[in-house]
Every structure is written in structure tokens, then in C-alpha cells.
């Protein structure tokens, strides 16, 4: 069975461009959840969507928007990035809303130069 | 101060146990998680406790929750090299918090 996947690996932006990461989770799985992980640090926590609605927000400007379409897969958005936005970006899928089941991507790498 | 505070580093020799420890603050995390992350790579579940345990045995990975001491380990028995990588440990419902990861190099 396929894992969490994730598109693009890699990309390379400038500051002030926007960039939208991809997720497709676990078949059958209800919730994705995004994280960032800067360099040499553990992941924060972003956004969480469960059945298509979000049902959690971290501390992260407006800038980072998300979505989770019918068939499960998300999409995280941001806008106007900064060279601190330059992470890797961890999307997790599991089954129900809270669980003990949470499995990550491999993540996108975003560089901003 | 720091949500999950985990050591930055821990250094076993092969074959030897590996204990990792973490302390949290927000006791009212339904589930603890032990994640693993090699270098460029995502980041793998090993085990999970839930909030009413108190160990879990899993193999080679023994998990240990002291709830009143807000206190959570991970033991590894065996430990090779292939086990050398960062190990998180993570609390929360659906808005994890994780620590900054401990560093576990396994010497031959």
C-alpha cells in the first residue's frame, strides 16, 4: 500500500513568490495534517483537516492557507515567502481525527532565496 | 518554557540499551509518540502510548509514561547502528508539539 505522498520534493523560490505543496494521504485515511520543520528543529504543527474542514490552526501568519478537497488529498498555500518560510514542509495522514496512527510524508523541501 | 524538551544527544556503544527521555507540559495529550527521522528523510512512527498506560512494549522499543511527572522514555534494547538517527518524541491531540529530537549515534 502506498504511504503519504508528497509533490514536489524539492523546489527553490524567490522571496515574494507563493508556492503550493501537495498531499495525498493513506487510502481511506480523513486527515491531513501539515508541519514545518526548519532546519536542526522538530516540526510544528500548521494545520489539521478532518473530512474536508479544518479542525486546527497553529501559530502561523495568514500568509499559509490550506485545503482538503473530496478524495482526502490537501494542498498548503503560502504566499509571499520569506526566506524564513524555507523549510521542510511534513504532511501526515490518519485514519480519524485524533489517533494514535499518525504517519508522515517524506515532505517537500522549499528553499527561498 | 519549551512545550517537549528532549537531550539534544546520546551516544551508545553496539548492542548496548539506549534510553531516551522527553518531558512535556500539556497533560492533556490523548496520545505520546517516538518518532524516528534519518538524514533527508520524513519522519517514520515507531510507537505510540496512549494517555492511560503506562509502558508499552513493542518489540525492541520498550516506552515507559510517568503522567505525574509528565515524564515519557523510549528504551531501545539491542541497539545497532542502523538505529542511529534523530528520535522525536511528540504529544498533543491534533496539534502535535515536538521536541527538538535527540541525536543518537550507535559506535560500533
Known amino acids: 500500500d502506498a504511504g503519504v505522498t508528497q509533490s514536489p520534493t524539492h523546489l527553490i523560490k524567490t522571496r515574494g513568490q507563493h508556492v503550493t505543496l501537495r498531499c495525498s494521504p493513506i487510502s481511506g485515511h480523513k486527515s491531513v495534517s501539515w508541519y514545518q520543520q526548519v532546519l536542526g528543529q522538530g516540526p510544528q504543527f500548521i494545520f489539521q483537516?478532518?473530512?474536508?474542514?479544518?479542525?486546527g490552526r497553529g501559530n502561523f501568519p495568514d500568509r499559509f492557507s490550506a485545503r482538503q478537497f473530496p478524495n482526502y488529498s490537501s494542498e498548503l498555500n503560502v504566499n509571499a515567502l520569506l526566506l524564513g518560510d524555507s523549510a521542510l514542509y511534513l504532511c501526515?495522514?490518519?485514519?480519524?481525527?485524533?489517533?494514535?496512527?499518525?504517519?508522515f510524508g517524506e515532505g517537500s523541501r522549499l528553499t527561498v532565496l | 518554557g519549551e512545550d517537549v524538551e528532549q537531550s539534544l544527544f546520546l551516544s551508545v556503544r553496539e548492542g548496548d540499551s539506549s534510553v531516551i527521555n522527553c518531558t512535556y507540559t500539556d497533560s492533556s495529550s490523548t496520545y505520546l509518540y517516538w518518532y524516528k527521522q534519518e538524514p533527508g528523510a520524513g519522519l517514520q512512527l515507531l510507537t505510540y502510548?496512549?494517555?492511560?498506560?503506562d509502558m508499552k512494549q513493542d518489540q525492541r522499543l520498550t516506552v515507559l509514561l510517568n503522567k505525574k511527572d509528565k515524564h515519557l522514555s523510549l528504551r531501545i534494547a539491542d541497539t545497532q547502528t542502523g538505529d542511529s538517527a534523530i528520535y522525536f518524541c511528540a504529544v498533543g491531540n491534533n496539534d502535535m508539539r515536538f521536541g527538538a529530537g535527540t541525536r543518537l549515534t550507535v559506535k560500533p
Open positions: 483537516y478532518y473530512e474536508k474542514e479544518e479542525r
Open positions: 501526515a495522514s490518519s485514519l480519524e481525527w485524533v489517533t494514535g496512527e499518525l504517519f
Open positions: 502510548i496512549f494517555s492511560n498506560m
